[in-house]
């Protein structure tokens, strides 16, 4: 696979310490850039850096819990008093929802949910934006969505309204920051293979091929298939594009 070139970049991830972040992290610091993986995983996070630099790559870990607007405002902060620069982010941390109606879901797990999968996408794009226009160097933001916030799936309102409101978000934000040469676009990623999904799965092959069913490549995504997206995003390679929503689901929402 051709690598595309980031050396020189600097590059933040959240929810960085597994799954499709982790996955977006190796590829940004294979591919040259500097990467900040930031996750409220302390202990994978660091495991994940430190396995980074020891491939040759650069890469820190900064533990943050992106529902903390004072965390995020720091962390971005840090990265640019740090770099003097902030080129891609890639905006990923999430929870996932078990499935109960409306009436049944706790007001804490809706509490929860929003927080972690809507406001923190605004908290990221408000002090990344302010960052980058202050730098004068323009740069790109993906946000991850999910297939939920194309479609509507029963049973889980507070992910579906998060995800949901993650595209509303990235496409404003891509309308009000476009004169300053930031790009912002989103991501929405189907069934794939993470440790979030298999909350879902139970690693069960039964349940595996059933979810498989409705996808039209009849498989379930690799992280490094979503994170493959993500990098195009972040490159110049794609910069005429922002306020897209692109799926990345193996056909489920066509």
């Not at 797990?109 to 160097?137: E, G, H, P």
């Not at 440790?195 to 092959?205: D, H, I, N, V, Y």
């Amino acid at each position: 696979m051709k690598t595309l070139d980031f050396s020189g970049k600097v590059a933040i991830v959240t929810g960085s310490a597994s799954g499709i972040g982790l996955a977006a992290s190796t590829q940004f610091a294979r591919a040259g850039a500097f990467v900040t993986l930031a996750d409220r995983d302390e202990q994978a996070g660091q495991a994940a850096a430190e396995s980074l630099r020891m491939q040759g790559a650069c890469a820190e870990f900064i533990a943050v819990d992106v529902a903390d607007p004072l965390q995020v405002e720091a962390l971005v902060q840090r990265v640019v008093s740090t770099h003097g620069r902030l080129d891609c982010a890639f905006n990923n941390a999430g929870i996932t929802q078990m499935f109960g109606s409306i009436e049944t879901t706790e007001l804490a797990d809706w509490d929860k949910i929003t927080a972690i999968d809507l406001s923190s996408i605004f908290y990221c794009l408000k002090y990344q934006i302010a960052a980058m226009k202050r730098l004068a160097n323009g740069g790109s933001i993906v946000n991850n969505s999910s297939d939920a916030g194309l479609r509507v799936v029963p049973g889980i309102a507070a992910y579906n309204t998060a995800k949901h409101g993650v595209l509303a978000l990235t496409r404003t934000a891509a309308r009000e920051a476009g004169a300053h040469g930031i790009r912002i676009n989103a991501i929405c990623p189907g069934a794939t293979d993470t440790p979030m999904m298999a909350l879902f799965t139970k690693g069960e092959a039964e349940l595996v091929a059933q979810f498989s069913k409705n996808i039209p490549l009849g498989r379930f995504g690799i992280p490094d298939e979503i994170a493959d997206v993500v990098l195009w995003l972040c490159s110049d390679l794609s910069r005429y594009v922002t306020g897209a929503v692109i799926p990345v689901d193996g056909g489920l929402t066509a």
